[in-house]
């Protein structure tokens, strides 16, 4: 069975950003398990995968664009560290959930001055090409409950 909209896909997989550091992968671990056709993984790669059978291989660089998207400044921004009351210490590297009007959005700290702490709400991919490498591991019809609420159930 080949990939097509509305199946259950597992794939073994190995992502590196442009400078081939490897930022994510299946290895070790059970492979990524998603309903094709449904946006449940990067635009780029649902492409790439369309039509492949069973065992086959892939390798395909993605864009930015059909990635986690262009590198936003203005999600970057200075907040007062008042704003960070009941955490102890801000440091660099944590993340925070912001309300912003578009919904909660994860934040990172990049810089930790004075009374001011930068986050940043990009994705930490965002901005970056992307390349996908690995195999079909398994394709299988989805269930009626499934493409009813547009994600893979638990099989067990
Ligand atoms: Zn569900």
Do not use: C, W
């Not at 442009?18 to 930022?23: A, L, P, Q, S």
Request: hydrophobic content about 35%; cysteine-free.
């Amino acid at each position: 069975m080949n990939i097509a909209e509305q199946r259950v896909v597992s794939i073994h997989y190995e992502v590196k950003d442009e400078d081939g550091v490897v930022v994510d992968s299946s290895e070790g671990r059970e492979p990524l398990v998603y309903l094709h056709g449904h946006k449940n993984i990067i635009p780029g790669l649902e492409k790439a995968l369309d039509g492949l059978d069973v065992g086959e291989a892939f390798d395909v660089t993605v864009t930015p664009e059909e990635a986690y998207g262009d590198y936003q400044d203005g999600l970057v921004q200075s907040v007062p560290k008042d704003a960070f009351q009941g955490v102890e210490k801000v440091e660099e590297g944590m993340v925070f959930t912001a309300q912003t009007q578009g919904g909660p959005l994860q934040v990172t700290v990049t810089q930790v001055e004075d009374d001011t702490v930068t986050v940043d709400g990009n994705h930490p991919l965002a901005g970056k090409s992307l390349s996908f490498k690995g195999e079909v591991a398994e394709v299988r019809e989805a269930t009626a409950e499934e493409l009813e609420h547009g994600h893979v159930h638990d099989e067990s």
